[in-house]
């Protein structure tokens, strides 16, 4: 009986060389005189569709809106920043009268160092999160946050994003965990696509329980998806990815959703005390 590294070792050489002969004959075809027709014979399509992506990609209810940060803290001021950003989390969780909830908290592990990475949910949409931001400003106590959190970050990003129909919502977990954010920027007008094959791809990564949520961005940096896992620990997560080759059907979703990347990042995240996502 053929060991399974085996097995799983040449189903990656096997995709790769699939991949890699494809991406250059598509290329090569790219920069003929004839502009490129060719490569349509060999492009892998989405059917046509006459909707906005993100009404025929997201849930259809009205917990779907997420926002995710990401702050660049002072590396002598990370602890400060954890304790001050729990403190105020913890006292938007208790105001009933703020339609969202931080659904997780984190620093990077492996990736950007002394970064803080935030992700909440807004019950309500666009009108919550507009309820929140008005309510904010009014709110001594947030300002006075807000000023003292300025003395401690270097840079701070935010995107707006919409939930994935076909992932599962991100509940709290017990811990301890590790979390993977995998984060895709897509080439424009393939998030149909990506959304046609990860709806069949995700079914081969949810027995285990490591997906936690998938998200796409609505504004911020567009094109943007968004892939969060937890695994037990780093070899943890080794030995599931692994596990994912030996699945049927793996190689082929993973094959058609390479030529849409642009570019691809990895973060490893470990959840702050007060994070539900633990």
């Not at 590294?5 to 290329?27: D, E, G, P």
């Not at 502009?35 to 492009?43: E, I, P, Q, V, Y």
């Not at 990860?198 to 796409?216: D, H, L, P, S, T």
Request: glycine share 6%.
């Amino acid at each position: 009986m053929t060991p399974s590294w085996c097995v799983n070792l040449f189903r990656k050489q096997r995709f790769w060389r699939k991949t890699l002969y494809t991406s250059s004959l598509s290329r090569g075809l790219a920069n003929e005189s004839d502009g490129g027709w060719l490569r349509s014979m060999f492009a892998h399509k989405a059917d046509a569709r006459k909707d906005a992506h993100s009404n025929l990609l997201s849930k259809k209810d009205t917990s779907g809106l997420y926002k995710i940060q990401f702050h660049n803290v002072k590396p002598d001021c990370l602890e400060a920043y954890n304790s001050l950003s729990a403190e105020v989390h913890k006292e938007l969780h208790r105001a009933a009268d703020y339609p969202c909830e931080v659904v997780g908290s984190w620093n990077t592990w492996y990736g950007e160092q002394d970064q803080a990475v935030h992700l909440w949910r807004y019950y309500g949409g666009y009108p919550a999160l507009t309820e929140c931001l008005d309510k904010l400003r009014l709110n001594k106590a947030y300002l006075e946050y807000r000023k003292e959190r300025s003395k401690m970050l270097i840079s701070r990003k935010t995107q707006l994003l919409m939930e994935f129909s076909f992932w599962n919502d991100p509940v709290p977990r017990a811990g301890p965990n590790i979390y993977e954010l995998r984060t895709y920027r897509l080439q424009p007008g393939t998030m149909i696509e990506w959304g046609n094959h990860w709806a069949r791809a995700i079914k081969y990564r949810q027995e285990n329980n490591e997906a936690v949520g998938g998200f796409f961005t609505q504004i911020g940096e567009l094109y943007v998806v968004h892939h969060l896992w937890a695994y037990k620990d780093l070899q943890s997560r080794e030995e599931t990815r692994n596990s994912a080759w030996l699945k049927e059907g793996w190689d082929v979703s993973v094959h058609y959703t390479v030529p849409l990347i642009q570019n691809m990042e990895s973060r490893i995240l470990i959840p702050t005390k007060s994070s539900p996502l633990q």
